[in-house]
């Protein structure tokens, strides 16, 4: 991320100045002549909410925040989404950089603030254009008495993280093949100050990785097994929270190939999972939280090669439990088997799996949210649902009912790794919860995680999308909310 922030005191006499009002009537008239006054109170009579005044030597912008939201959640969604406009504005006025003034509106402004943090997101690693096409706002100042610089703080953290988090989803697999993803999660741990361990190809094997290595079958790169750890020296927690995470960074579907227009196209995201995991272990040591969590990512590329599993092959996972293959493109799931129970050893809290896994659930809620189930109750599910609205990556829980698991029992082995004709977001949510045995949720992000058009600060292609929401969670969790 490029932009930074930071809290200052005083806004400078040729700073470019948003100032931030409650409703048209209440805007700080101290910063204008009575001619802009009288033009500033004329436009907002007009229903508008944002208004630029021309001082010649800096642009002062003046933005009313009010909403017909009821819901407070959804109200700094609009305040979120206010900030991507605000920052497109900014660019398109080649403004470097801004000075954000609150009036009593402090809560409201931190939304704006991350919604123009995000949406200021670029990828051009590969534009022959870069330095032309980038943003030119680089710089947020926030003059608050209420905002303090350990919140600005944490809300740059978060978006950093974020943003990592798109880049790793937006780059195509020719550079992030499993190796390199490993070796990204390695640098992030490096730089926030976590523990990384990368098991190779002949480590999985000792481990007897049977979904891992029968996914990787028919790739020429090796899988990697990525275990990433964040233990500060007094968790709130005594035993982890485990964050399990997709890595499948190409999917073709092997050899239940997939069609390539609008299915194939933007597979290079099917480790959209892997990446939340690595992003978010990121985000809390960076800021330093004080709870102790684990992250597990399997990663391969599913190819179509002439050694590759089949569909009627049976193979053998970690736990012993044999699987009947009846779709290879069916691979998150074989890959994330070996993962939860690998976990089994540290005898999680909770365990919570994110994967870009079924197309039934993009089906089901499109990009709108991330359908979710498990066997958590109440107060940590309600914990979970409300971290979720607290930053708008809603989730939309499916039924978890035992009656599911009658669709995956296999006529020559323990299990199958398809299910029937419906509820097919469920049955591989059921799927996993078998290779558990601890509280365990799932976090289908097959909707939310790639953007095709771009929709306000999620942007275009990568979102981040369970970065925020698990930040927030674990804050709580922390204490610190």
Sequence with gaps: MNT???????????????????????????????????????????EKKVVVVNQYNRYI?????????TERYQYLESCRKMGAQLCTRINAMKLTGVTLVDARVSDDMLAVIEGALLGNYQFLKYRKEKVKEKNTLTSIKVKSEKIDRFQLSRLSILADATCRARDLVNEPQSFLNATELAKQFELLGKEAGFKTTVLNKARIKEQKMGG????????????????MEWKPSRPVNKR?????????????GGMSLKPTANSMDFMKCDMAGGAVVGATLFAIAKAKLQVHVIGLVPATDN?????????????????GTTVEVLNTDAEGRLILADALHYAKQFKPELAMEFSTLTGAASAAIGPLGIVSMGNVKDPMRKKL??????????????PFWDEYKELIKSDIADLKNVGGAFG??????????????????????????????????????GTGVGVRFMFEFLSRIAGKK
């Design 4 to 46: 930074t922030v930071e809290k200052v005191s005083a806004a400078g006499k040729e700073d470019h100045v948003i100032l931030f009002s409650r409703d048209a009537k209440s805007f700080d008239t101290t910063w204008f002549t009575d001619m802009e006054i009288d033009f500033i109170r004329k436009e907002l009579k007009d």
């Design 61 to 69: 912008i003046v933005q009313v925040l009010n909403s017909k939201s």
């Design 212 to 227: 891992l290595l029968a996914v990787n079958l028919g790739s020429i790169e090796p899988p990697t097994f990525t275990i």
């Design 240 to 252: 982890p929270y485990i964050l399990v995470g997709k890595g499948v960074v190409y999917d073709t």
């Design 303 to 319: 190819r179509p090669d002439g050694n590759a599993y089949v569909p009627g092959d049976v193979i053998t996972m970690m736990s």
């Design 385 to 398: 649902r409300d971290s979720a609205n607290q930053v708008y990556e809603r989730l939309a829980e499916f």
């Design 424 to 461: 097919g977001a469920i049955t591989a949510g059921k799927f996993l919860e078998h290779f558990t045995d601890y509280p365990y949720m799932h976090f289908d992000i097959a909707g939310a995680a790639f953007n095709k058009a771009s929709d306000s600060y999620r942007g275009k292609n």
